[in-house]
């Protein structure tokens, strides 16, 4: 016979969501914690719901992020949209390419496997997947680390707009991909954070 697990939910305790303080309930009406006053839940409530859409939001904005100008910069007689990949093509034409292979990283690379690999494990979840559980926990740890990382391209252009700006040669202002792309940054952390992985444990 398999050994009966005993967990901390079964026993009636919840981690706070707020300030990660170990509690039980209080009363049958209270349902708070002792600490910060936050709501307890056993999980976090509607979490694959609440996942899935907002991976459904950032599937529907990567393509845009991708395809529009992320940047539009003007000078006398010289008018010139960049995308992602075009940003990436010159930076890796010049002498900058460790800097291309780092954009190319945070920019196609990062937000394509934080899409896959959250879709993947609320799949699985979903389903009850009993396989590699460990895995899919180290998955999940991973996507939430390198999710701040995300940005760096954002933050790339900015630099190039304040230096050019600085320099007064030309004029470079943000196009409708960057708020875009840094949509599907926000909406994927947002994703990861919303999901909880203890699921993956309860579901197999």
Known sequence: MT???????????????????LSQRVSEVAHYCVRCGANLHFRKPQSLQRTVALLVAATILY????????????????????TILSGIVTLWSGPSWPLAILVFFVSIIVPSFKLISLSLLVIST???????????????????FIGRWSMLDVFVVSLLVSLVQLRGVASIHAGFGAPAFASVVVLTMYAAQSFDPRLMWDRA
């Open 3 to 21: 050994k009966a697990v005993i967990t901390a939910a079964s026993r009636g305790f919840y981690v706070c969501q707020v300030c990660e303080q």
């Open 126 to 144: 979903h389903r009850g997947g009993k396989w590699r559980l460990q895995e899919r926990a180290a998955l999940y740890r991973a996507i939430d």
């Open 63 to 82: 393509a845009p992020a991708n395809l529009l100008p992320i940047m539009r910069t003007t000078s006398v007689g010289y008018d010139q949209d960049d």
